[in-house]
């Protein structure tokens, strides 16, 4: 069975830092990409991030660039997104989801359940 | 501001056919394909169409997907009770270069 657990949200000061991971399970995770998609409390989705199956090839959403980076340990089959210089408009709820094929950017096909990321002072 | 539009709204009763449009450019569903994904407040998403008009295992039928053009289009025929959700259409944007989603569409089953 297929399994994402994404952890490592919480509460951040503005400008501050956090590392989000995603533990998955229950396939070949390096045969598959990988995304971030977040979600702002009473609001729709937004896409962060995509990884390629292989960690070469990575995109980011204009309003993170710079300030997130996504990467993967195929060994641990891990999905990681370093978040710095946080903002309170980074406020959400952040899902990881594996994508239907290897290349970055395909439909995320199964998700975790989210972490919950806020920026206050 | 979404680069792909869909009605904030729809609905219908038990039994009833709904569809949902949403509304891109050449660079996004002009070129790419239209992924469709149905969301329970308080859960994660859940994918509901891909390829534009592909149902993963275990997706009912009564859900189907079509595009045309730069827009798109999810129908739910025979409506039922649990299929009242937020739903947002999403595809790969070549001049963005990046993934964008839907404003959404809820759905109410009156």
């Known amino acids: 069975e297929v399994q994402l657990v994404d952890s490592g949200g919480g509460l951040v000061k503005p400008g501050g830092s956090l590392r989000l991971s995603c533990a998955a399970s229950g396939f070949t995770f390096s045969s598959y990409s990988m995304n971030w998609v977040r979600q702002a409390p009473g609001k729709g989705l937004e896409w962060v991030s995509s990884?390629?199956?292989?960690?070469?090839?990575?995109y980011y959403a204009a309003s993170i660039k710079g300030r997130f980076t996504i990467s993967r340990d195929n060994a641990k089959n891990s999905l990681y997104l370093q978040m710095n210089s946080l903002r309170a408009e980074d406020t959400a709820v952040y899902f990881c989801a594996r994508g239907r094929i290897a290349v970055a950017g395909s439909a995320g096909d199964y998700w975790g359940p989210g972490t919950l990321v806020t920026v206050s002072s | 501001q979404s680069v792909l539009t869909q009605p904030p709204s729809a609905s219908g009763t038990p039994g009833q056919r709904v569809t949902i449009s949403c509304s891109g450019s050449?660079?996004?569903?002009?070129?790419?394909?239209v992924n469709w994904y149905q969301q329970v407040p308080g859960t994660a998403p859940k994918l509901l169409i891909y390829?534009?008009?592909q149902r993963p295992s275990g997706v009912p039928d009564r859900f189907s997907g079509s595009k045309s053009g730069a827009s798109a289009s999810l129908a739910i025929t025979g409506l039922q009770s649990e299929d009242g959700a937020d739903y947002y259409c999403a595809a790969w944007d070549d001049s963005l270069n990046g993934y964008v989603f839907g404003s959404g569409t809820k759905v109410t089953v009156l």
């Open positions: 050449s660079s996004n569903i002009g070129t790419n394909n």
């Open positions: 390829g534009n008009n």
């Open positions: 990884i390629s199956n292989s960690g070469n090839y990575i």
